[in-house]
């Protein structure tokens, strides 16, 4: 059979396709694949015909079993699908930002942010997700971010992490990092004097984000090159927040240590 024809049984076929991920779980009978889909053998049988013809799948006595053959691409077809449904999921936040200064590697575990929802605040409200930002950091024992941007509130709140001595990692760009000590010099100053309290600093970066140990917040830049201040990707699930960390290590490993002023 040509590879387009088995590209076909699997892409073309939503049923094919779960039957393939049911067997790899475990084998099952006819039956069982029936009751499992809840539909009647006439629906599925040739769906299974298909691929025994296609050696995805053999029968063994009365159940039905994956093929070595049938491993080796559920392997990389499952991966291959969670990234195609993450995108998917939130088409637009992906299709309207850039995503350069997202590293190939992390992209490629896109799947990690499947339960990532997006918030987006109406135009005259636009700085609501920061309102949700802040109740989600009540509930958080440590931070670490990358700020691309400067929000009026945020030196402020910083200072307020270190007086409570919660441990803070952050990361700016030169061009923040210097308004911050034209402007907020003082306040600057209480955050490195705190043991708990470190300060990268990065050349430039498209990207903001915050993660800490209860949540992960990812904002954009739109393809013109300006922030989009109203949508930001929100998750708090495990593999979301263990994507943030690593994503938040690769831009501290690009960034050198700020220790006085």
Known sequence: MKSKGLLSIL???EKRKDILFLLERAPSTLSEIRDHFNVSSPEISPRIKEMEAANLIQRVDKH??????????AKHYKPFLDILETIEKNESFWSEHLVDDIPLF???????LYECEVIADPLENIYESH???QQNIIKSTTLKGVSTIFIPSYPDFFVDLAKDRIPAELVLTEKVFSKVISEHRDKLQVFLDSPCS???IIEDARVAFVVTDYFFSLSLFYANGSYDPRNDMVGYDESALKWGNDLFEYYKGMSRKITSI
Request: net charge neutral.
């Open 131 to 133: 309102k949700i930002f």
């Open 11 to 13: 892409t073309f076929s």
């Open 106 to 112: 992390m992209l490629e575990r896109m799947a990690d």
């Open 198 to 200: 470190e300060l990268y």
């Open 64 to 73: 039905y079993h994956i093929t070595s053959i049938g491993k080796a691409i």
